[in-house]
């Protein structure tokens, strides 16, 4: 029977190439972008299934009203440890904080991030260890732990177990993403001994170059190295900690000990409301997100909007299934007919037709198959995945559910078809050799339904692209207020900036140097203060945002000074008296025209520092451009003690690439041990950009796959209008009709439809694009001319696809069909 | 006794107003005959062959097919009954054309659980009694009319039906393929013991069967 079944429909497949084509397409291509979210689900899932002791492993988390953090206070492990010994059984820490920097070993000093982690890691964990002794590996204190790949950059072919590496930590920021330094100094922690070898190629939300003992912190803060504070329960960004539990203890028996904690520590305490909860290892990856996260990952949410991004374009592909299904019942009338009359249940039929869509959606996985090993490519190669722990491997499970997954899309494709054409009565499609009576009336209805629909996805997409595209636009054009071509930018690194001044001022290609503690525009911050002013104007306090710059910088990077003056270089370089605001500032102190303030005095900061206002300057852009906010104050601080960076501005003439290699020469002959590190600052904006284009692209290849396949679909029934209109067709030119008239008959029952679609489209695409629309404050005026051109558009598309069925139709030699009949 | 109609009535209404297709009709059937059902186009020939294979209901009166009052089943047990014991063939053939000849032969068997082996042996066994093993593996489309009717009529005998219903058999063949069908039918009727029923515009074909129904109006005359 099934054998009887896969052959009929393979052979109908065959025989009505286009229906079969656009289906397979449609679904195949939909089906792709699914796998590929499922693929993503899936690889996050098996992030730490590589731990034995997963199932009783679970982190705590801290809880604040509306927000939870990863970490937790540093004592609570020892805590609950000592106290809950019959649950727990055993109680690793980490903290939060990178350490290191930079490790040297010998004459080679290679920048590396780690973590502080308790001796109990490699017991609870099962990180490979290469060589070393899981139980001893991280007690003494002023241990290390490297991994493999650590190692061979550091000691090469040499055996490391035992040797002594020096360790300086820079202060990493906590989100080790670009292991930007906190602060512009360094501290050499002392000399370290390589105790194990571990290797972490598994994926792991725990991330880490090297390992650290946990005991290494006491040392630290008798040297007064460190200020970690061990009984600190009221700061609870500290540590990450992870709990083994007994076996066969649920995790729920934590929940009242974790309340008993919680009231305990911080009842008494006001400023702190905070409870505890803990998380199972293997949720980490695929739940909600925490602040103060191990690692970056693909949070829920983001999961959450690519599946429903997913789901539309499948159920395009699958309206356009069931669509042509429908439109060609007729075809098959006369099989049904046959087949009942020869003893087929209802049931059969509809077995038969379902099996035959499931047939479709698994020839629609092959190809589908095909297509995600393109489109993995294309997505690991968006901006975002080089902070994701992603395992994009296949295995026999992912198969499965691969194939379940086509198979439930096949079946979803097809049961409304199905029951449709199991529910025809053999005497009506045997009888009226026409079929004429059939599918008429509801199923009319149901049909042009899911052709507006079509249209309704068409316009939306192609309305929100065109909106996305010129946001785009909008934002890489946008001026930032300064001018960063022809600038390069080098990271300081505890250098003094007027030895590197002097040096680079040298070469004649170089016009000017300037110093600052953050790039304007690039993401980076210096913190924010807090000002104070009583003026004639009235009474005003705010909090603004500052960036410390030298004499050069406002002339250096072309910021518009509209009042007052810059810095001069004869100011004292430690007591600060001056101060530069930007209009913004100027306006949200007090001063209506913002020239005014100009020569008033302000108070900044916990100590309220006086400050003379000297100058005025536009509201330039420093903050990243998809954040930034035209209203946000900034002040300008003469603190030669922040400057973190140096910008370069060279000729527009010279060649950028030896202007780098002649600062890079200058660079390593002051400095013998960091890595000369600069960036181009025009590639560097476009660059901050990349999360926003990954966002496009995603939308955009989305929008595309919509747009094709209602394309496809529109192109499915309008080939059916005109093939079901064969004889109509022939008579009609057989009695004088012109082509003209018959493209026109065949294709206006379309045009009612598309307007009720434009009708319907056009105020829900403002609507719900105005939403994300409003999150950027830069941002393009939504203008009815971009519906107008989205519905221009999707005309002429639609009825290209149309026309181009109907003209041939109407083409046709008559006498040839009625000869047929 | 085969089957019996009694007093069946069947209507439509249309604007209003009831318009009888199928008018008192009285007919006993018994096994072994050859009926030829004639009459005028529109008469009500092709409705009366429907609700005798169980294809159409009916809106008053009784049909006792065996042991069963047809008029009293449910509609799958009416179902199962005529899977089992009628066998159709009809005048455009409607074989099914994306199947080759010996899949045609098969469907039915598909539908009445038997085993693949048994299936074979059954086609293998019609291709045989019909002379078509050579057309086994053509689609319909690569048949003549009078071959694909050929066809038609062993799949309606495939699974050794008691009845065959036969609208217009012959009604899309020239003279000698209709002849050719017409002997079959004797012979099926005549060596095997199966009930025909035909309905026939020709008074020749009906001369093959044993007796002839007119149907005038829905009427039987
Ligand atoms: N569903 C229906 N609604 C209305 N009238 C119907 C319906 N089905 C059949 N009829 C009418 O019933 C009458 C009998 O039809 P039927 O098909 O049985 O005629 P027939 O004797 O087989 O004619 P022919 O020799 O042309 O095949 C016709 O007048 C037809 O129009
Ligand atoms: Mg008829």
């Avoid at chain 1, 949200?588 to 913002?594: A, S």
């Avoid at chain 2, 209003?16 to 529109?42: A, H, T, Y």
């Amino acid at each position: 029977m099934l054998k009887n079944y896969i052959k009929v429909a393979f052979r109908n497949l065959l025989k009505h190439k286009l229906f079969s084509v656009i289906n397979v397409l449609g679904l195949s291509v939909s089906m792709a972008t699914c796998l590929l979210i499922i693929l993503l689900i899936y690889s996050q899932k098996k992030v730490d299934g590589f731990h034995e002791k997963q199932d009783r492993i679970v982190r705590i988390l801290s809880v604040e009203e509306n927000r939870s953090f990863a970490s937790t206070p540093l004592p609570l492990g020892k805590m609950l440890s000592e106290n809950y010994p019959h649950v727990i059984e055993d109680v690793v820490q980490i903290r939060s904080s990178f350490v290191g920097g930079d490790v040297v070993y010998g004459d080679h000093r290679i920048p590396l991030a780690g973590r502080y982690a308790d001796d109990r890691f490699f017991a609870v964990f099962d990180f490979n260890l290469v060589s070393g002794d899981a139980e001893t590996v991280l007690q003494e204190p002023f241990s290390i732990v490297l991994t493999k790949k650590s190692a061979v950059k550091l000691f090469g072919e040499t055996n490391p177990i035992g040797k002594s590496v020096k360790l300086n930590d820079v202060g990493l920021n906590t989100m080790g993403i670009d292991l930007i330094p906190t602060e512009n100094k360094e501290t050499l922690l002392g000399d370290f001994v390589v105790t194990g070898i571990t290797d972490n190629t598994l994926p792991s939300h725990i991330q880490f170059d090297f390992l650290v003992s946990m005991s290494t912190i006491s040392s630290l803060v008798k040297q007064g190295k460190s200020n970690a504070i061990f009984d600190d329960w009221e700061n609870y960004s500290d540590a990450y900690l992870y709990l083994l539990l007994k076996e066969g203890v649920s995790d729920r028996v934590l929940e009242p000990i974790l309340k008993d904690v919680a009231s305990e520590k911080y009842s008494t305490l006001e400023a702190i409301n905070i409870r505890f909860a803990s998380e199972k290892l293997s949720q980490i990856n695929v739940s909600t997100f925490h602040q103060n996260p191990m690692s970056l990952r693909l949070p829920i949410e983001i999961i959450y909007v690519l599946s429903f991004l997913g789901l539309i374009v499948l159920f395009s592909a699958c309206f356009n299934y069931v669509n042509l299904s429908f439109a060609r019942s007729l075809t098959r009338s006369k099989e049904i007919g046959v087949r009942k009359t020869m003893g087929a249940s209802r049931r059969q039929v509809f077995l038969q037709f379902i099996l035959e869509s499931i047939l479709v959606g698994l020839l629609s996985l092959l190809i589908a198959i095909g297509l995600l090993q393109i489109l993995t490519k294309v997505f690991l190669d968006l901006w975002i995945n080089q902070f994701l722990i992603l395992d994009f491997r296949f295995d026999i499970a992912l198969f499965l559910v691969f194939v379940l997954f086509s198979v439930l899309v096949g079946g979803m494709a097809g049961v409304f078809p199905a029951s449709f054409l199991s529910s025809f009565s053999p005497i009506k499609t045997l009888h009226n050799a026409t079929g004429m009576t059939l599918g008429k009336g509801k199923r009319i209805h149901l049909r042009k339904g899911l052709v507006v629909m079509q249209f309704c996805a068409s316009l939306f997409f192609i309305i929100t692209t065109l909106l996305i595209f010129s946001q785009l636009n909008y934002l890489t054009e946008k001026e930032y207020g300064f001018d960063q071509s022809n600038v390069i930018n080098l990271k300081l690194q505890g250098m003094d900036y007027e030895t590197l001044t002097n040096e680079l001022i040298q070469n004649p290609s170089i016009q000017g140097i300037s110093a600052c503690s953050f790039v304007p525009g690039t993401g980076g911050y210096s913190g924010s203060v807090l000002i104070e002013n009583n003026s004639s104007e009235g009474e005003s306090e705010l909090t603004s945002h500052f960036i410390a710059v030298d004499q050069n910088f406002i002339p250096n990077l072309k910021i518009q000074l509209k009042a007052g003056t810059n810095f001069s270089a004869e100011m004292p370089k430690h007591k600060e008296k001056f101060v530069i605001v930007n209009e913004a500032a100027a306006q949200l102190l007090g001063y209506l025209v913002p020239e005014t303030v100009v020569g008033e005095t302000i108070r900044i900061g916990e100590e309220r520092t006086a400050l003379t206002v000297i100058g005025l300057t536009s509201n330039f852009i420093f903050d990243l451009l998809t954040e930034a906010d035209p209203k946000d104050p900034l002040l300008l601080r003469y603190l030669p003690d922040k400057f973190a960076y140096v910008n370069v501005r060279h000729t527009p003439a010279s060649n950028t690439a030896s202007i780098i290699s002649f600062m890079e020469r200058q660079w390593k002959s002051l400095d013998k041990v960091h890595s000369f590190k600069y960036k181009v600052y025009e590639d560097e904006l476009k660059a901050t950009n990349a999360i926003f284009s990954d966002i496009i692209y995603i939308l955009g290849f989305i929008s595309f796959l919509t747009i094709t396949i209602s394309t496809l679909g529109l192109l499915g029934i309008a080939a059916f209008t005109a093939e079901s209109k064969r004889k109509e067709i022939g008579i009609r030119k057989v009695h004088g009709a012109k082509t003209k008239n018959i493209t026109f008959l065949l294709s206006k029952g379309f045009l009612p439809l598309f307007f009720i679609a434009v009708l319907v489209t056009g105020p829900l695409s403002y609507f719900v694009n105005t939403l994300w629309l409003e999150a950027f404050a830069y941002k393009v005026s939504f203008s009815p001319w971009i519906i107008v051109l989205g519905m221009g558009i999707m005309f002429a598309t639609g009825f290209g696809t149309i026309l181009s069925q109907t003209i041939t139709a109407a083409h046709d030699n008559p006498l040839k069909r009625l000869r047929e009949e | 006794m085969l089957l019996q109609l009694k007093n069946i009535f069947k209507w439509v209404n249309s604007g209003g107003q009831r318009i009888f297709l199928l008018k008192d009709i009285n007919l006993q059937v018994e096994e072994g005959e050859f009926i030829s059902v004639m009459g005028p186009s529109g008469s009500g020939k092709s409705t009366l062959l429907n609700v005798i294979g169980m294809l159409d209901t009916f809106d008053e009166g009784e049909y006792h097919f065996l042991d069963e009052s047809v008029h009293t089943l449910k509609e799958k047990h009416r179902s199962n009954l005529y899977k089992e014991y009628i066998g159709f063939v009809f005048q455009s053939y409607h074989l099914l054309d994306d199947l080759k000849v010996y899949e045609n032969l098969e469907m039915p068997l598909l539908y009445k659980k038997f085993k693949g082996s048994e299936r074979r042996a059954m086609v293998a066994d019609m291709l045989d009694r019909f002379n078509i093993v050579g057309k086994k593996d053509l689609f319909p489309a690569q048949l003549s009319g009078g071959q694909q009717q050929l066809v038609g009529v062993a799949r309606a005998l495939i699974a050794n039906p008691k009845l065959i219903l036969a609208d217009e058999p012959t009604g899309n063949l020239n003279s000698q393929q209709s002849e050719e069908i017409m002997q079959l039918f004797k012979r099926l009727n005549e060596e095997d013991g199966v009930t025909i029923i035909q309905v026939t515009h020709s008074e020749k074909n009906a001369a093959y069967g044993s007796r002839v129904i007119n149907l005038l109006d829905g009427r039987m005359v």
